[in-house]
């Protein structure tokens, strides 16, 4: 018989390993990696909670870099015609609040005037939607629906005291979402008008000898990340502007609300679009019955394929050459970590990274124009 050969395994310090004193060369790698990872997990969590004390703060700033991004050239552009960036950044940042603060009165103007409309049709639609219920084909018990209803009834009035306290928890947001605004706005004005000489003094204070090619990475990433912020705006645009022009013509009432819903939502990758156009559909049912809803949804799909397989790969090109399961991801992470505006900066930033990781590695990149 032949007899079976034993194969030697690696021990610890790379000998020849003898029996009963040997450990795998698999399991000192396995573990080489399994505290490296422990590592990296524990710094990442403690960076996470240091975001989170500091979200009120960090937020805000992030969200003014993504904005201060596309319009930077604008303030670069009124400096070759001899304004001084100081003027050229109060000049964007006043026609932007301008913009913002006519948007958000036209809306309100709009929701105001059509808010009792709306609610009656509402409540119209609703009550036939019941009677549907038991005239139909279901034949539910009128009873049943009753006791139903009462059921809300009482739970609404056992809770108040929770609903109050709801309200008084969207009065606090409101606050924060003040403090943030006026950090926001003080921050895309020092970006305009000083966001290079920022950049340069915190390269050369803290990269040293390799200053220029962490400086080429910055601009590389700043360029990405100015492209993607004015094609998404651009696209977000033209989404808003088809979706509300249908919604006009068809008689829809709440048009201007409906298209900064779509333009606003339009920012979150994959989902936005979906929640946007759902909302216009929505408000088309409730005024106008299904025969309106099915049209308004019509031209959702059409607008959104116009977006999805011509505007998208056509303007964004490579302004964020991400997997969409990393966008998927980033998304997701984005709106578990800080709500709604998560899930629109998430994109951008980890384009910003992305670019800026690659750039680092490529030290003949060259600067985007």
């Known amino acids: 018989m032949a007899r079976l050969k034993m194969v030697p395994t690696k021990s610890v310090d790379g000998a020849d390993g003898a029996p009963g004193g040997a450990v ?5 790698i396995t573990a080489a990696w399994a505290w490296r990872i422990i590592v990296i ?5 403690f960076v996470l909670k240091f975001f989170a004390i500091l979200s009120t703060i960090l937020m805000p700033m992030i969200i003014a870099m993504i904005i201060a991004a596309p319009l930077e050239h604008l303030v670069t552009r009124m400096e070759r015609f001899r304004i001084p960036r100081g003027w050229g950044a109060a000049i964007v940042l006043l ?3 301008v913009v913002v603060l006519g948007l958000i009165a036209a809306a309100g103007g709009t929701v105001v005037a059509g808010f009792d409309e709306l609610k009656n049709e509402a409540i119209a639609g609703f009550n036939t939607f019941l009677d549907w219920l038991v ?11 009753d006791s139903l209803q009462g059921r809300a009834q009482d739970f609404l009035q056992n809770n108040w005291q929770g609903v109050a306290n709801g309200a008084l928890s969207v009065t606090g947001t409101i606050g924060s979402v003040l403090a943030g605004t006026v950090i926001a706005l003080l921050a895309l004005f020092f970006f305009l008008r000083d966001g290079r000489i920022m950049w340069l003094w915190v390269v050369r204070s803290t990269t040293g000898t390799n200053a220029e090619r962490v400086d080429t990475a910055g601009r590389n990433a700043w360029g990405t990340l100015g492209r993607y ?3 998404s705006a651009t696209v977000a645009l033209i989404d808003a502007v088809g979706i509300a022009l249908g919604a006009w013509i068809l008689g829809v009432p709440l048009v201007i609300p409906i298209a900064i819903a779509v333009f606003l939502f339009s920012f979150v990758p994959m989902f936005g679009a979906t929640i946007s156009g759902a909302l216009a559909v929505l408000v088309a049912l409730v005024d106008g019955g299904w025969t309106t809803a099915l049209i308004m949804l019509g031209v959702v799909i059409l607008v959104q394929q116009l977006e999805g397989s011509i505007l998208y790969p056509l303007m964004f090109g490579k302004a964020a050459s991400l997997h969409p399961m990393v ?5 997701s992470a ?6 709604f505006i998560g899930a629109v900066i998430a994109v951008p930033f980890i384009s910003f990274v992305t670019t800026f990781i690659s750039s680092l590695r490529q030290p003949d990149a060259a600067d985007p124009a």
Do not use: C, K
Not at 41 to 45: P, Y
Not at 136 to 143: K, L, S
């Open 327 to 331: 966008i998927l991801l980033s998304v």
């Open 334 to 339: 984005g709106t578990l970590l800080a709500g």
């Open 135 to 145: 005239d139909g084909p279901w034949h539910v018990d009128p009873e049943w629906i």
């Open 95 to 97: 026609s932007l609040t």
């Open 229 to 231: 912020a004015r094609t």
């Open 41 to 45: 997990g524990v710094v990442a969590m």
């Open 24 to 28: 795998p060369y698999g399991l000192v």
